[in-house]
């Protein structure tokens, strides 16, 4: 295995991906984090260097994975100017993980094109276990040669990897399923904070809801953290407010009307400016069962 491996944003998913790619047998060249500690702590945990400049994972790697918060920071660890992972970046392949808008995902293609590199998307429908167990869902856009290139690479975070098209696209499809996630993580919250007014039992709540129309993949997950206030973090409710937004905003350029994932983004937003924003997805509950922070 010759390709040398980066990665740029080793927090949970960052940080679990390297980990996978690095049993696997790739080398894991150089890491980079804002936070430095951490990625200090996981460059002696897999055997790769800490970088403390972007252009020394591009210098140090044939291939940089990032997997970083926001638009912002995907536009950054790319500037145009200054230190960047586009310093003599001709050849590299560049494999951008994060949700972000689909704009940002086709704006740093372009650039990555310009330096001489290639970039594909890789948005990622899963969560924290997935990202180390490598069965992460992937959904990747762009340069299709490099997507082909990459594929045994990709295969071992995700069992079937899928190109969906041109840059933009995959963060697009993220987005819509996102979207629909959100709606029904706010959705069962109301239904389950519902039936704790009514005094219904919420055990039994849930065992109906799996054998009915109510059934999702959300209760399966979120369900019981619901009913028991249990929300460690595995998707938190400030990326929900962000990728909610994200898909509202599409749907405003497009000319629809989207209710639902507006009503959506304000309860993830108001879980946010109560402070919970850190907390897991599923604590929209708290703004539904009464009593609680709503």
């Not at 509202?248 to 497009?254: I, K």
Request: charged share 20%.
């Amino acid at each position: 295995m010759k390709e040398k491996i980066g990665f740029v944003g080793v927090g949970r998913m960052g940080a679990n991906m390297a980990r996978r790619l690095s049993d696997c047998g790739y080398r894991i060249a150089a890491v980079y984090d804002l936070n430095g500690p951490a990625a200090a702590a996981l460059a002696r945990e897999i055997g790769a260097r800490r970088a403390t400049r972007l252009s020394d994972v591009t210098s140090a790697a044939d291939i940089i994975f990032t997997v970083v918060t926001d638009d912002a920071a995907q536009r950054a660890v790319f500037a145009r100017e200054g230190d960047s992972l586009l310093v003599r970046a001709r050849g590299k392949v560049f494999v951008n993980c994060a949700t972000i808008t689909p704009a940002t995902h086709v704006e740093v293609a372009r650039r990555a094109t310009k330096a001489g590199a290639a970039a594909i998307e890789a948005c990622m429908a899963s969560s924290i276990p997935q990202a180390r167990q490598g069965t992460l869902y992937l959904m990747c856009a762009g340069d299709r040669r490099s997507f082909e290139r990459l594929k045994p690479i990709l295969e071992k975070l995700s069992p079937a990897p899928r190109y969906v098209g041109k840059a933009g696209r995959a963060a697009q499809i993220k987005a819509l399923v996102n979207m629909v996630m959100n709606a029904n993580t706010a959705a069962l919250a109301e239904g389950l904070g519902l039936a704790s007014v009514l005094g219904l039992d919420l055990d039994m709540v849930r065992e109906v809801f799996a054998q009915t129309g109510a059934a999702s993949q959300v209760l399966r997950t979120d369900g019981e953290d619901m009913q028991q206030r249990s929300h460690e973090c595995y998707f938190s409710a400030a990326h929900a407010a962000k990728d909610s937004t994200i898909a509202w905003v599409l749907g405003c350029q497009a000319g629809l009307r989207l209710p639902l994932a507006a009503a959506t983004k304000l309860q993830f937003e108001t879980l946010v400016s109560l402070g919970l924003g850190g907390l897991d997805k599923s604590a929209v509950a708290e703004l539904t069962f009464k009593g609680r922070h709503g």
